[in-house]
């Protein structure tokens, strides 16, 4: 095999299509069954593609969009761009028609690879100049292409004139990737090959896949870490199965039973509490055996070489992990922070799970957690390529080859993020501990401050009130208020639940059942006991509107953007003061 050596994307590709021979390279759901694309077909679709597209007239430079779900055909088109030398676009799947009309036109999109034809009528008229390349639909109109007719069109093209694969430079733009993080206005961050190739040797130094590994992928491919993660699978040349949808992750882990996965700390916390459900409907021994198996997985030093251990890992651990299909020896937690509680739990039942921490500034791995150097609680050691320090506000900076070019159309925004001497302003608390680990306390945005003078810290408050099994979002509110206030956003799965006892209850019924809001405001008081007294939740407010990435109010890696909260429920907001 060939040295783990390429410094671009391009090279990238000639790397796994002359090292691997993968029958189940990239694997998707048809018709309920798994397909397979081998690395050889992988090939011969990237190569058949990017000439039918340069026959369209994408050219080097020209922005692309990828307006779909994620898939093998996703990549597949990606690699393809990039063989032309265009820089891709990715747009979320489940992105909100005013966010996504505003990423086509600021971001000039020539082209756009797409997958719903139901999402055709959220593009406004004044972008009716693009090109649309479709997959899973037709449109026998001017400027609609099928995907897999202009396949066709390519191999035609490749048999009469071969190809030579695009020699991309490092520092050209391979991608340009939005993120609104919780302002709500997208920022295009323009990556080059450079940035995402130097994630990849960073990531191969302290993992080393094998090509046994078997990966399920879960998180859209339009978000930096996925995408970041993904380039890596690829590069390793391992088994990936697509998620058809998030609703069937818990069925399809069974079924590819997954070695590696990479997950934002929602998942992980909707199978915690999960786990805690499933207990309490046991009967009587069998619950007291699993109830007291799961509160010993919270205790930070246990012995596993002690037999309490191995009688609750025998007993209650081996069915926790059978969640997960019972062969995960990698789950790597990114893209918001996890409780150190739920990390503790299943790291404990040999679920190894590792935290990482990062920016799409950065392509986005700043620090992480890996197989021999797992603290729990911490984002893990700095990655090899990587520079940080810490300033006088404890607020990190870093920098290093994976920092972004810039903001697309934004320089004075760029230059306000990276100073004169190349330091990524992170805008997060941070510190490192004596052993090298790094720790975010919390955002420089989301610690506010009240009329009165005094900090509260958000997202740490927000963390402890969605531990209740009724809350699934919690939003703290004390900007320049004289007391903290917060809006909590119902677990809508607990309804749905009961609904199915009483069709007729409705879930505004449901939530103001004396119970739920006793445990919802037991819950808060306990909270509240362990905070300082400007902290304390004075009021609150349950509410039972959808919340969604959709509608604007959740970013893709499921935090809260509280512009966009914050605007919605500012009545709500406001009757409360």
């Given at each position: 095999?060939?040295?783990?050596?390429?410094?671009?994307?391009?090279?990238?590709?000639?790397?796994?299509?002359?090292?691997?021979?993968?029958?189940?390279?990239?694997?998707?759901?048809?018709?309920?069954?798994?397909?397979?694309?081998?690395?050889?077909?992988?090939?011969?679709?990237?190569?058949?593609?990017?000439?039918?597209?340069?026959?369209?007239?994408?050219?080097?430079?020209?922005?692309?969009?990828?307006?779909?779900?994620?898939s093998p055909f996703w990549l597949i088109f990606d690699f393809a761009i990039l063989q032309v030398g265009a820089i891709s676009v990715p747009i979320f799947a489940n992105i909100s028609s005013e966010n996504l009309n505003f990423e086509i036109k600021d971001s000039s999109m020539k082209f756009m690879f797409i997958d719903s034809q139901e999402r055709l009528n959220d593009?406004?008229?004044?972008?009716?100049?693009?090109?649309?390349?479709?997959?899973?639909?037709?449109?026998?109109?001017?400027?609609?292409?099928?995907?897999?007719?202009?396949?066709?069109?390519?191999?035609?093209?490749?048999?009469?004139?071969?190809?030579?694969?695009?020699?991309?430079?490092?520092?050209?733009?391979?991608?340009?990737?939005?993120?609104?993080?919780?302002?709500?206005?997208?920022?295009?961050?323009?990556?080059?090959?450079?940035?995402?190739?130097?994630?990849?040797?960073?990531?191969?130094?302290?993992?080393?896949?094998?090509?046994?590994?078997?990966?399920?992928?879960?998180?859209?491919?339009?978000?930096?870490?996925?995408?970041?993660?993904?380039?890596?699978?690829?590069?390793?040349?391992?088994?990936?199965?697509?998620?058809?949808?998030?609703?069937?992750?818990?069925?399809?882990?069974?079924?590819?039973?997954?070695?590696?996965?990479?997950?934002?700390?929602?998942?992980?916390?909707?199978?915690?509490?999960?786990?805690?459900?499933?207990?309490?409907?046991?009967?009587?021994?069998?619950?007291?055996?699993?109830?007291?198996?799961?509160?010993?997985?919270?205790?930070?030093?246990?012995?596993?070489?002690?037999?309490?251990?191995?009688?609750?890992?025998?007993?209650?651990?081996?069915?926790?992990?059978?969640?997960?299909?019972?062969?995960?020896?990698?789950?790597?937690s990114g893209g918001a922070p996890l409780s150190k509680e739920i990390a503790q739990f299943f790291v404990n039942i040999n679920v190894p799970v590792y935290q990482g921490y990062g920016l799409t500034e950065f392509s986005p791995v700043i620090s992480t957690n890996y197989p021999n150097a797992n603290k729990v609680g911490s984002c893990g050691k700095v990655i090899p390529?990587?520079?940080?320090?810490?300033?006088?506000?404890?607020?990190?900076?870093?920098?290093?080859?994976?920092?972004?070019?810039?903001?697309?159309?934004?320089?004075?925004?760029?230059?306000?993020?990276?100073?004169?001497?190349?330091?990524?302003?992170?805008?997060?608390?941070?510190?490192?501990?004596?052993?090298?680990?790094?720790?975010?306390?919390?955002?420089?945005?989301?610690?506010?401050?009240?009329?009165?003078?005094?900090?509260?810290?958000?997202?740490?408050?927000?963390?402890?009130?969605?531990?209740?099994?009724?809350?699934?979002?919690?939003?703290?509110?004390?900007?320049?208020?004289?007391?903290?206030?917060?809006?909590?956003?119902?677990?809508?799965?607990?309804?749905?639940?009961?609904?199915?006892?009483?069709?007729?209850?409705?879930?505004?019924?449901?939530?103001?059942k004396d119970d739920i809001l006793k445990s919802i405001s037991n819950h808060i008081n306990r909270v509240n006991s362990n905070l300082n007294k400007w902290e304390k939740i004075v009021k609150f407010e349950i509410l039972t509107n959808n919340i969604s990435i959709e509608t604007g109010e959740l970013t893709p890696s499921m935090k809260i953007c509280r512009a966009k909260?914050?605007?919605?429920?500012?009545?709500?907001?406001?009757?409360?003061?």
């Open positions: 095999m060939n040295a783990y050596n390429f410094k671009t994307y391009s090279e990238l590709f000639l790397h796994i299509s002359n090292n691997y021979d993968n029958e189940y390279f990239l694997n998707y759901l048809s018709n309920g069954k798994y397909t397979n694309i081998s690395t050889s077909d992988f090939k011969n679709k990237v190569i058949c593609l990017s000439l039918a597209l340069k026959d369209l007239g994408i050219q080097k430079g020209d922005k692309v969009g990828i307006f779909a779900k994620s593009i406004e008229k004044e972008n009716s100049h693009l090109t649309f390349i479709t997959h899973n639909f037709c449109i026998k109109e001017p400027n609609f292409y099928n995907f897999d007719e202009i396949l066709v069109i390519g191999k035609q093209i490749c048999d009469s004139s071969g190809f030579t694969s695009f020699e991309a430079l490092e520092d050209d733009i391979f991608s340009i990737i939005y993120t609104s993080g919780n302002t709500g206005t997208p920022k295009g961050v323009m990556l080059t090959h450079k940035n995402i190739v130097s994630q990849l040797h960073d990531i191969n130094s302290l993992i080393n896949l094998e090509q046994h590994e078997v990966s399920l992928s879960v998180l859209p491919l339009a978000h930096i870490f996925e995408r970041t993660v993904m380039s890596y699978y690829l590069s390793r040349g391992i088994s990936i199965y697509f998620v058809d949808d998030v609703l069937n992750v818990a069925n399809l882990m069974k079924v590819v039973r997954p070695t590696i996965m990479t997950v934002v700390p929602r998942l992980l916390e909707k199978i915690f509490n999960k786990i805690k459900l499933n207990i309490s409907t046991k009967p009587f021994i069998s619950r007291a055996i699993a109830s007291f198996a799961f509160a010993y997985a919270l205790k930070e030093d246990i012995n596993k070489n002690s037999l309490l251990f191995k009688i609750y890992d025998k007993l209650v651990y081996s069915k926790f992990r059978e969640i997960f299909g019972s062969k995960l020896e990698k789950l790597i390529s990587a520079q940080i320090k810490i300033n006088e506000n404890s607020e990190l900076f870093v920098k290093g080859p994976a920092l972004m070019k810039g903001y697309l159309n934004q320089g004075e925004l760029t230059a306000k993020t990276i100073d004169k001497d190349g330091w990524l302003h992170t805008g997060d608390v941070a510190f490192l501990d004596e052993e090298g680990y790094l720790f975010i306390k919390s955002r420089t945005k989301e610690i506010f401050k009240t009329s009165t003078g005094e900090y509260v810290n958000a997202v740490e408050i927000e963390q402890k009130l969605s531990k209740n099994k009724y809350i699934e979002f919690a939003v703290i509110i004390s900007e320049n208020r004289k007391y903290t206030s917060a809006l909590l956003f119902v677990d809508k799965e607990k309804y749905e639940n009961a609904k199915k006892l009483n069709k007729n209850l409705t879930i505004e019924e449901y939530y103001n909260i914050e605007e919605k429920y500012s009545n709500v907001i406001n009757s409360m003061y």
